[in-house]
């Protein structure tokens, strides 16, 4: 097997998303330490992670294009500064007005990071194209699985509550080294290897009839809805899990808080089970599957949330088939049809994402309560999953077959 020059390069893009796995919810977990910090209540310090989806969303698209454009390299340099900043920062912080730029500036690494990390890990690993960008959901797991660790075992030992953020700001600088040198594929290149590559398949598939070309409105409409509807379906029930399980299960406050538990370890074995068949499979043939699964498992939650066994049980199935990666795999099929433009189509696949965690609370709040949340969920699970339908249609269509 002929080694992958790229590893050392994969490995450091991986943790920078370790990293960013810990700054998705380090102000959360040291929220006491750092109200004391701004001068403010938990309440009001948690208040500024909101500040992270707007940073995300203002940069998210134009970074996307930008990054076909001049390479990966400089996207993923950028969003470890800015995580750098956001890290630092918090640090030396004294006010929540500073907080929430800083806040911001987290949201707008993250979005760097995503338009310069999705698309190199595709070019680095084409043959595993999906495995490779779901990998980066254990990372993000593994991080925020040990993060309370972390922080539970400094406040025992009366340590400074910094050292947590010290720690993943000291990674990022390790990686921002390594990124001086550290090598990437060359984008163009390979975008216009896969260009070929497609054209010969629907050379090859079309015979005498005439090749069906990939089309930017249609294919990028469902793509665009599916990166919608990904995210508004496991942020609607990984929001409201514990809640759901009191209500409307009525259990008791352990076992509605271990639903969440049970769903994190879904995410986890999926992460996991997609790794072990990637090879084996195309991802277009994993998405349907996964969104189908992901139905069934909400609807059964919606229609039998009598059993507290069944409930945990469905809570895996919910983590496993809508949060453990299908949103990765979605975004793996859409860039097999826009080869060209990888870091657009994670711009625009993640704005829609991002778009979608702005009014999925808004669609919460306005529904009487959490039967109707759920049902609700049923139904975007259900359109998840036609839609999912429709894109492994074009995609035979395009270019032939759905088996690897």
Same mark, same amino acid.
């Given at each position: 097997? @002929?080694?992958?020059?790229?590893?050392?390069?994969?490995?450091?893009?991986y943790?920078?998303?370790f990293?960013?796995?810990?700054?998705?919810?380090?102000?959360?977990?040291?929220?006491?330490?750092?109200?004391?910090?701004?001068?403010?209540?938990?309440?009001g310090?948690?208040? #500024?992670?909101s500040?992270?989806?707007?940073?995300?969303?203002?940069?998210?698209?134009?970074?996307?294009?930008?990054?076909?454009?001049?390479?990966?390299?400089?996207?993923?340099?950028l969003g470890?500064?800015?995580?750098?900043?956001?890290?630092?920062?918090?640090?030396f912080?004294?006010?929540?007005?500073v907080?929430?730029?800083?806040?911001?500036?987290?949201?707008?690494?993250?979005?760097?990071?995503?338009?310069?990390?999705?698309?190199?890990?595709?070019?680095?690993?084409?043959?595993?194209?999906?495995?490779?960008?779901?990998?980066?959901?254990?990372?993000?797991?593994?991080a925020?699985?040990?993060?309370?660790?972390?922080?539970?075992?400094?406040?025992?030992?009366?340590?400074?509550?910094?050292?947590?953020?010290?720690?993943?700001?000291?990674?990022?600088v390790?990686?921002?080294?390594?990124?001086?040198?550290?090598?990437?594929?060359?984008?163009?290149?390979?975008?216009?290897?896969?260009?070929?590559?497609?054209?010969?398949?629907?050379?090859?598939?079309?015979?005498?009839?005439?090749?069906?070309?990939?089309?930017?409105?249609?294919?990028?409409?469902?793509?665009i809805?599916?990166?919608?509807?990904?995210?508004?379906?496991?942020?609607m029930?990984?929001?409201?899990?514990?809640?759901?399980?009191?209500?409307?299960?009525h259990?008791?406050?352990?076992?509605?808080?271990?639903?969440?538990?049970?769903?994190?370890?879904?995410?986890?074995?999926?992460?996991?089970?997609?790794? #072990?068949?990637?090879? @084996?499979?195309?991802?277009?043939?994993?998405?349907?599957?996964y969104?189908?699964?992901?139905?069934?498992?909400?609807?059964?939650?919606?229609?039998?949330?009598?059993?507290?066994?069944?409930?945990?049980?469905?809570?895996?199935?919910?983590?496993?088939?809508?949060?453990?990666?299908?949103?990765?795999?979605?975004?793996?099929?859409?860039?097999?049809?826009?080869?060209?433009?990888?870091?657009?189509?994670?711009?625009?696949?993640?704005?829609?994402?991002?778009?979608?965690s702005?009014?999925?609370?808004l #669609?919460?709040?306005?529904?009487?309560?959490?039967?109707? #949340?759920?049902?609700?969920?049923?139904?975007?699970?259900?359109?998840?999953?036609?839609?999912?339908?429709?894109?492994?249609?074009?995609?035979? @269509?395009?270019?032939?077959?759905?088996?690897?």
């Amino acid at each position: 097997m @002929k080694k992958n020059k790229y590893m050392m390069t994969a490995f450091m893009l991986y943790m920078n998303y370790f990293v960013h796995g810990m700054g998705v919810i380090i102000i959360s977990q040291n929220a006491s330490s750092l109200a004391q910090q701004w001068g403010t209540t938990t309440t009001g310090a948690i208040a #500024v992670v909101s500040s992270l989806g707007i940073g995300r969303i203002i940069n998210l698209l134009i970074s996307g294009i930008l990054s076909d454009k001049f390479g990966r390299k400089p996207f993923v340099q950028l969003g470890i500064v800015f995580y750098l900043v956001f890290f630092v920062g918090l640090l030396f912080s004294k006010s929540v007005t500073v907080a929430y730029i800083l806040g911001i500036c987290a949201g707008m690494a993250n979005s760097f990071l995503d338009t310069g990390t999705y698309p190199a890990l595709m070019e680095i690993f084409p043959a595993a194209k999906g495995t490779s960008n779901v990998v980066l959901k254990a990372f993000i797991s593994g991080a925020q699985f040990l993060l309370p660790f972390i922080v539970s075992g400094l406040a025992a030992a009366h340590a400074w509550y910094g050292w947590s953020i010290v720690i993943p700001a000291a990674i990022l600088v390790i990686t921002f080294i390594y990124f001086l040198k550290g090598a990437f594929p060359d984008s163009k290149a390979v975008a216009e290897a896969e260009e070929k590559k497609a054209a010969e398949a629907e050379a090859a598939a079309a015979g005498d009839k005439p090749a069906v070309e990939s089309n930017k409105w249609v294919d990028g409409t469902l793509f665009i809805l599916y990166g919608y509807i990904s995210q508004a379906t496991f942020y609607m029930v990984s929001q409201m899990l514990t809640q759901y399980g009191q209500q409307i299960s009525h259990m008791n406050d352990g076992a509605a808080h271990a639903l969440v538990s049970w769903y994190s370890l879904g995410s986890i074995c999926c992460v996991l089970f997609t790794a #072990v068949i990637g090879s @084996k499979f195309k991802e277009v043939q994993l998405v349907p599957i996964y969104t189908l699964g992901a139905f069934i498992a909400i609807f059964l939650m919606w229609a039998y949330p009598a059993s507290a066994v069944l409930m945990a049980a469905l809570a895996f199935a919910v983590g496993f088939f809508a949060a453990g990666g299908v949103m990765q795999l979605g975004l793996t099929v859409m860039a097999d049809f826009f080869p060209a433009g990888k870091g657009t189509v994670t711009g625009f696949f993640y704005t829609a994402g991002s778009i979608a965690s702005f009014t999925i609370p808004l #669609v919460i709040n306005a529904l009487p309560g959490m039967r109707e #949340v759920m049902f609700f969920d049923v139904i975007v699970a259900l359109l998840g999953f036609v839609d999912t339908t429709i894109i492994a249609i074009r995609y035979k @269509k395009l270019f032939g077959s759905l088996k690897k």
